[in-house]
Structures are given as structure tokens and as C-alpha cells.
């Protein structure tokens, strides 16, 4: 049954909720851990805590790819909730406080027992390579009875970070949320994150757009490609824009597309001085154009808030906003 009441928040989301640790290192010290330099490596607690005992002064930030998406939101004003799942630890109550102090609404219970928080350790080489090493934790058993149907119904949209499709709990609860946004009469949102996640559930992912599960879709041109099969860009365009009410591609420095109940627009990028690091462009992205849509916005100009907000993530280390949001939208808009 639908739910006439206006919505509570703009947009609720599920996601992983992570804590980054940065910290300068030198070489020797990644080659004495057996690290992968310059990569990223999925970890278990045990190394996790490894690595964090040989880190020096480190830089504590709250991330996760659909906390970050709110993060911006809430920068530009947006009302946000967030479900995800930390434990009773160190971390676990530096991301509840970056994340209420944001003014993002947060009240998923700690998870009890020895699974840590989530952590991305990175540690940064004198030449600037980052080398990433994340320990998904205790967002990896965020359970279906934390999701509070209530809740869900109380947001105009439901947004879902594809990286929580791939553990069994996350999925559960997901799917929980969906049910209750849809009887709510809510909309659903859903990013790809990556392509190897798509690679391992293309199948659930091509079932729910073809049952039309998705409102607004958002993919890169790898995501794109990867779930499509289809290696053109625009082939790969066509066969999804049809089944999604609202499809929004990014494609990095060339741009971004969306495609609307059969309305295209397009965006260039954004102008930047110096890219510093592209962690969270993607987020960020979302966050522009989100924020344009639940105010009703046309599509072109939710896409340019798309892009200006990727621009500004991507001048700076970390994947949350560092400016002042609403006055960098009133000048460039």
C-alpha cells in the first residue's frame, strides 16, 4: 500500500561503513608487510591489525561508498539516513560521529562480539601512491532484522550500494528494504560500484532491472559494459535505458549521460586544475545529481550538479566534500 505522507528524509541508504586510516610510509615498510604497493587488497582482521600496528601518525575519515553519496547530499542540504553496520569498537565510533555530525541521520545498532569495523588502511608512499588494503568487517553482516520497515518508507528514496549485493546478510537485508520502499510507494536507486561486483551477480542484477526494481540506475561505461555485454558505449546505453525509468553513465573526463522516461541529456565534465585523487568521483557524482532530483530538478541540471560535485572531490585527498557545497553550486550553476 502506498504511502501518501511526504517523505521524512530525501533518501535513505544501505552501504558499507568504513573507516579510511592514511598514513605516510616509507617502502621498506610495505615490502616488510608483504603489501601489494599501489594496489588494493581485500584483508582479514588478523592483517588488518598487522598493518595498523606499523602505520605511523595516521588521518582518520569516515568512508563507504554510499556514506559518501550521502555525505555530499547532505553538504547541498539534502535530508539522509543511513543503515550500515559498525561494531563496539575504536572505529566503529569514529564513523558514527563523522557521520551524525555531518547531518545524516544513523542509528543501526553496534554489532556485538570480536568482528572489527570496517577499515581501508592506506598508506600513502613518498611519491604519493596509495597502497589500500580493506577489511569489509562488520558491515559484511549487516542482518535483514536491522532494517526497520518504518524507516525505509519514511525516505523518497531508497539507495543501494552495489558493493553489499555480494555478502549474503547485506543482500538479505537489501532485499528486506525493497520490499518495504515499494510498499511504501518510495523509489529505488541503485549503484553498480563495480564491475567485479557485477561480474559475480550480473545475473540477479539483469533480473531486477528487467522486474523494473530499479528506478534510477547509476553505472560507469566499465559497469555498463560489464553488465550488458556490450562493449559500445551507446549499444550498451539502449539495452538498459529501456527497463529504467532513470539511467545516469559516467564516463571520467568525457562526461556524463542520463537517459529519462526517454529524455537524453548530456554533461561535459568539469574543469579541474590538478586531479588529486579520484577516490569518491563516482559518489560524489551521485550525490550532485540525487540532490537535483528529489528536488525536482531537470535532468541536464542534476547532471551538471552531478559533475560539479566530482570535479571538487576530485581536487582534493578523500572521498567527501572539503568545500562549501551550496556556495560552489550557486557559482557554477
Not at 57 to 67: D, H, I, W, Y
Not at 170 to 190: D, S, V
Not at 218 to 238: I, K, S
Not at 289 to 309: D, Q
Request: hydrophobic letters at 45%; charged letters at 20%; one cysteine or more.
Amino acid at each position: 500500500m502506498s504511502d501518501t505522507t511526504p517523505p521524512r528524509y530525501d533518501v535513505i541508504a544501505i552501504g558499507n561503513a568504513i573507516v579510511d586510516v592514511l598514513s605516510p610510509c616509507e617502502d621498506a615498510v610495505i615490502a616488510g608487510l608483504g603489501l601489494n604497493r599501489g594496489g588494493m587488497t581485500l584483508v582479514d582482521a588478523d592483517k588488518a591489525r598487522e598493518i595498523y600496528a606499523a602505520m605511523g601518525p595516521a588521518t582518520e575519515r569516515s568512508g563507504g561508498s554510499a556514506a559518501n553519496t550521502l555525505a555530499g547530499m547532505a553538504a547541498l542540504g539534502a535530508r539522509c539516513a543511513f543503515v550500515g553496520q559498525v561494531a563496539q569498537d575504536q572505529f566503529g565510533d569514529v564513523f558514527r560521529h563523522d557521520i551524525r555530525a555531518g547531518g545524516i541521520a544513523f542509528e543501526t545498532p553496534p554489532l556485538a562480539g570480536d568482528v572489527p569495523t570496517g577499515q581501508c588502511l592506506i598508506l600513502v608512499s613518498p611519491d604519493g601512491e596509495r597502497t589500500m588494503n580493506t577489511m569489509l568487517g562488520a558491515g559484511q553482516f549487516l542482518h535483514k532484522g536491522a532494517i526497520d520497515d518504518a524507516l525505509v518508507a519514511s525516505a523518497g528514496i531508497l539507495y543501494l550500494e552495489g558493493y553489499m549485493w555480494d555478502p549474503v546478510e547485506p543482500r538479505a537485508a537489501m532485499r528486506r528494504a525493497m520490499t518495504a520502499a515499494r510498499e511504501a510507494g518510495r523509489k529505488i536507486a541503485f549503484t553498480a560500484s563495480e564491475s567485479f561486483i557485477i561480474s559475480l551477480h550480473r545475473a540477479d542484477f539483469l533480473e531486477l532491472i528487467d522486474a523494473g526494481q530499479f528506478d534510477i540506475l547509476f553505472v560507469n561505461e566499465h559497469e555498463l559494459a560489464t553488465l550488458t555485454g556490450e562493449a559500445d558505449f551507446e549499444t550498451g546505453l539502449a539495452a538498459v535505458a529501456a527497463k529504467v525509468p532513470v539511467l545516469v553513465a559516467t564516463r571520467s573526463e568525457k562526461g556524463a549521460v542520463a537517459i529519462a522516461h526517454g529524455e537524453r541529456a548530456e554533461v561535459a565534465a568539469e574543469p579541474v586544475a590538478r586531479v588529486v585523487d579520484t577516490t569518491g568521483a563516482g559518489d560524489q557524482f551521485a550525490a550532485g545529481f540525487l540532490t537535483g532530483y528529489v528536488r525536482g530538478e531537470p535532468l541536464e541540471r542534476c547532471l551538471k550538479r552531478g559533475a560539479i560535485c566530482a570535479s571538487e572531490v576530485i581536487s582534493h585527498f578523500g572521498p567527501r566534500p572539503e568545500t562549501d557545497m551550496i556556495a560552489l553550486m550557486d557559482a557554477r550553476l
